[in-house]
């Protein structure tokens, strides 16, 4: 059975009766095993005291690379939309500098509106001190 998702791509979904579920024609179970060779951007130190944190223990470093891999992706997601965001501001203005040699600077100008997208509101404070 093949499915879409929000992006209009199609997801290959298979579900039989008395086996394991298949995404993309591979087992989950060998997705769960590839976890166990992977080494996520973010260090399984942090992502166990984060879980724990929110009273999530586990022993398994697959369910934790796991969480560390969405959270990877989803930080990835962020950066990319501040990103458009900063092109979008950039165009409208008038810049000289053009093609490769151009810079983006990360601002809170730019990541708010991505945050907002994910239901985060940013608030920059009046002054600082």
């Known amino acids: 059975m093949a499915e879409t998702n929000e992006d209009g791509d199609n997801v290959n979904m298979m579900v039989e009766e008395g086996s394991d579920i298949k995404i993309s024609g591979q087992p989950l179970s060998d997705f769960l095993m590839q976890l166990e060779d992977y ?15 929110a009273g999530f223990n586990t022993g398994d470093p697959r369910i934790i690379r796991l ?8 930080i990835s997601d962020v950066a990319n ?12 203005q008038n810049t000289k500098t053009k093609g490769k040699d151009r810079r983006y600077t990360l601002t809170l100008e730019d990541l708010t509106p991505a945050l907002a997208e994910y239901g985060i509101t940013v608030k920059k404070p009046q002054y600082f001190v």
């Open 39 to 53: 080494s996520p951007t973010i260090p399984d130190a942090v992502t166990t005291a984060y879980l724990q944190s």
């Open 67 to 74: 969480v560390s891999l969405a959270a990877q992706k989803f």
């Open 81 to 92: 939309d501040a990103l458009q965001h900063c092109k979008t501001r950039g165009a409208a």
